[in-house]
C-alpha cells in the first residue's frame, strides 16, 4: 500500500510539473503566434513578378489554419501548416488575371502528392497558361506524381545530379499469414467482396487473382491517363514514354536529359538567378529576389479580396471536406468521424446555404460512423441540390457517405468504389496458452454472454455465423443505398461491387461518377442546380477555435501519459498489445456487441 501512494504522489507531481511547463510553453507559443499574426503583412505585389511555388509539403485537399495539430514541441513557435489544394488552385486562378504577375515558378521540395491532386493542379496550371504567361519548374529530383505535374511547365529543369521516378504503377503488398502462424495469432476474418483485398495479407501469402486483377485494370487505367498528360505537355509519343519507363532512363540526370524528360540539367542557383530574372527583363542584380511572390503570402491577399466581394452575396454554397480515415468517435483535420454529421446540421441552419458540394478524400473505415454521415447526407438532399467531388481516394465508406449525391465529380485517378465489407476478430490462443501458458476461464449469464470478448479462443461457429449474417445485411444495405443513389438495379451495382476499386475514369464508364472534373466543377454544377449567378462559397469544416485546440492537445499528453506507465510496468510488447487490441477488446461480452459495428470496416 505504501508503494501505491509513492507511486501515485509521484505520479501527481509529476503532472503537475509537465501542466505548469505546458502552461509557459502555451503561453509563450501563443504570444509568438499572435505577435507573427500582427507582424504578417505581406509586402505588395509588384509589378513584373513571378509567383513562387514551393511543394515542400504534403498537399490535403483543405489548408488547416491555425491548428495544433502538426504541433511541433521542438520548433513552438512555428505554427505553420501545408497549404491545402483549396488554396493553391485559389491562387493560380487568380494569378492568371493578376496584371502583376508574370509567370509561375513551380519549385518541387518533396512534397507528397497523389495523382487526382496533381490533375488538378494541372488543370488550374493549364488554365493559368491560357493567359500567355510562363512556368517553369525545378527540382533536385522529381517523384512521379510531382513529374506529372511539373510537365505541364513550360520547360522542366532537373539539378545535374538528380534524378525522375518515371517507371509505371505498381502495387506491393507485405502479407502477415507465416508471422502469425509463428507467433501463434489468427485473423479471423470475416468479408463480402471477391476484391475486397484489404484482408488478404491476414490470411494469404500472395495476391488473389481478383486482386491482381482489380490493381491491373485500375494501374493501367490511372497510368494511360498520365502517359497522356506527359505526352501532350513534352511532345512525345505514348509509346516513346513507355520505353523511358520500362528503361529507367529518368533514373540519371543524363537519361532524363536525353530521354526528353527535361529540358535542362542546372543549378538551382542559375534557375533562380539569372533564367527566371532574364525572363522579367531584368539583369543578374541583388534586387532579383524580391521580384518573387511567395505563394501564401499571395495566397492571403487573393483570400482577403475575396471575402470583401463575397459580402455583397448573401446565398451561399457550402463546400465540407471529408478527408481521411473514417474513425470511431469525433474525427480531426485528418480524419472523418461523428462531428462531420454535426457539420451538416449547421450547413442545413444556415438559410443563405442554397446547395452543398461534398468533397471526398477518403479510403474508408467505421462502418457506423459512415452510416450516421450518410444519414444526414440524406437529410440535406431533401433541403438542396448535393454534389459530390472525389480527390484521391472516394472508396468503400468515402463512397459510401456521397453515393446519394445529384452529381459525383472525379479526376480521372481517383480511386473510387470499393463497394463491399468486411470485419477481423483476432485470436491469440496459439501466442497467449500455447506459446506463453496462460490460461483463461470465464461466468456468464447466457449462451453466448463471452461472444466477440476474448483474445483466448477463436471465434465459434455460430458466431462466425452472426459475424457473417451482419456483414451480409451491411454489404446488402451499401449496395441498396448505391443503386437508390445512381438509378441503377442491385444486381448491376453488386456486380461492379464485391469490394473492387476503379479508377475514376473506369468509374464513368461503369456509372459510379456522372463526370471528370475537379472541385471547381463541383461548385459550378451545385450553383447551376441551385438557380445561383451571384453567390459565395463557404468552406466547413470551420477551424476550432484555440481554447478548444489546446484542451485537445492536452488530453493527447494524458494520454501519452498513461501509455507510458504501461510501457514502464509491462514493457513494449504491453504497449503493443494495448494499441493493436484496445480499439476492439471490451470486459464483457455485451459491450463487445453493442461496438461490434466499429470493428466492421469499409476499407
Not at 287 to 312: C, G, I, P
Not at 420 to 432: D, H, R
Not at 539 to 547: F, G, H, I, M, R
Not at 572 to 599: F, H, N
Request: net charge negative; glycine share 8%; hydrophobic share 40%.
Amino acid at each position: 500500500m505504501k508503494s501505491f501512494f509513492k507511486y501515485l504522489l509521484a505520479t501527481v507531481i509529476g503532472m503537475l510539473i509537465v501542466s505548469l511547463i505546458m502552461f509557459f510553453v502555451t503561453i509563450g507559443t501563443i504570444g509568438a503566434m499572435f505577435a507573427s499574426s500582427g507582424s504578417s503583412a505581406t509586402k505588395p505585389v509588384k509589378d513584373n513578378s513571378i509567383l513562387r511555388i514551393d511543394l515542400d509539403k504534403a498537399i490535403a485537399d483543405k489548408t488547416q489554419e491555425s491548428s495544433f495539430d502538426n504541433f511541433d514541441f521542438m520548433n513552438p513557435t512555428d505554427f505553420s501548416s501545408a497549404m491545402g489544394l483549396n488554396d493553391y488552385v485559389k491562387g493560380i486562378r487568380a494569378a492568371k488575371d493578376d496584371d502583376r504577375i508574370k509567370g509561375i515558378y513551380l519549385h518541387y521540395d518533396g512534397a507528397g502528392i497523389g495523382f487526382a491532386t496533381t490533375q488538378e493542379l494541372r488543370e488550374a496550371l493549364t488554365d493559368f497558361k491560357e493567359s500567355g504567361k510562363f512556368i517553369y519548374a525545378f527540382a533536385d529530383g522529381y517523384a512521379q506524381s510531382a513529374y506529372h505535374l511539373a510537365s505541364a511547365a513550360d520547360s522542366v529543369f532537373l539539378q545535374p545530379q538528380g534524378a525522375i521516378t518515371f517507371q509505371g504503377l505498381s502495387a506491393q503488398i507485405m502479407f502477415y499469414t507465416k508471422f502469425f502462424e509463428k507467433v501463434g495469432i489468427e485473423m479471423q476474418v470475416i468479408r463480402h467482396g471477391q476484391f475486397k483485398s484489404a484482408v488478404e495479407p491476414y490470411f494469404r501469402t500472395d495476391m488473389s487473382e481478383a486482386n491482381r486483377k482489380q490493381y491491373s485494370v485500375m494501374f493501367n487505367s490511372m497510368w494511360k491517363e498520365v502517359v497522356a498528360d506527359v505526352s501532350e505537355a513534352r511532345h512525345l509519343s505514348p509509346a516513346r514514354l513507355n520505353e523511358i519507363a520500362d528503361s529507367l532512363l529518368g533514373f540519371t540526370a543524363s537519361g532524363s536529359l536525353r530521354s526528353g524528360l527535361v529540358d535542362a540539367l542546372v543549378a538551382q542557383s542559375y534557375v533562380e538567378g539569372k533564367f527566371l530574372p532574364s525572363r522579367l527583363g531584368l539583369s543578374d542584380t541583388i534586387d532579383n529576389a524580391s521580384h518573387f511572390v511567395k505563394f501564401s503570402d499571395y495566397v492571403a491577399d487573393v483570400k482577403t479580396e475575396e471575402s470583401l466581394k463575397a459580402l455583397k452575396a448573401k446565398d451561399k454554397i457550402a463546400v465540407l471536406y471529408a478527408e481521411g480515415n473514417i474513425v470511431v468517435g469525433e474525427g480531426s483535420s485528418a480524419s472523418i468521424g461523428t462531428d462531420m454529421a454535426s457539420q451538416i446540421k449547421k450547413i442545413l441552419k444556415d438559410k443563405d446555404v442554397k446547395a452543398l458540394v461534398l468533397r471526398v478524400n477518403s479510403p474508408g473505415g467505421a462502418v457506423l460512423t459512415a452510416d450516421i454521415i450518410y444519414q444526414e447526407m440524406l437529410n440535406a438532399k431533401s433541403k438542396m441540390p448535393v454534389v459530390a467531388s472525389y480527390g484521391n481516394y472516394a472508396a468503400s465508406g468515402g463512397y459510401y457517405i456521397s453515393c446519394l449525391a445529384d452529381k459525383i465529380i472525379a479526376q480521372p485517378n481517383t480511386l473510387t468504389g470499393s463497394i463491399g465489407v468486411f470485419g477481423t476478430i483476432p485470436s491469440a490462443e496459439g501466442l497467449l496458452t500455447d506459446k506463453l501458458g496462460f490460461t483463461f476461464d470465464h461466468v456468464g449469464t447466457n449462451k453466448n454472454s463471452t461472444a466477440f470478448s476474448s483474445l483466448a479462443r477463436p471465434m465459434t461457429s455460430y458466431e462466425e455465423a452472426v459475424m457473417q449474417q451482419s456483414i451480409e445485411e451491411i454489404y446488402a444495405g451499401f449496395v441498396d443505398k448505391v443503386a437508390e443513389g445512381r438509378g441503377m438495379s442491385f444486381e448491376e451495382v453488386d456486380e461492379i461491387g464485391q469490394g473492387r476499386v476503379w479508377s475514376g475514369t473506369n468509374a464513368l464508364e461503369i456509372g459510379l461518377v456522372d463526370e471528370l472534373g475537379g472541385l471547381d466543377d463541383a461548385i459550378a454544377s451545385a450553383a447551376e442546380m441551385a438557380g445561383l449567378d451571384n453567390y459565395k462559397v463557404e468552406e466547413y469544416p470551420k477551424a476550432k477555435d484555440l481554447t478548444t485546440q489546446l484542451l485537445e492537445m492536452f488530453s493527447e499528453m494524458e494520454a501519452r501519459s498513461a501509455r507510458s506507465h504501461i510501457a514502464k510496468y509491462f514493457g513494449t510488447a504491453g504497449l503493443e498489445a494495448m494499441s493493436g487490441l484496445e480499439s476492439i477488446l471490451s470486459a464483457d461480452g455485451p459491450q463487445v456487441w453493442a461496438r461490434l459495428p466499429y470493428i466492421l470496416e469499409f476499407n
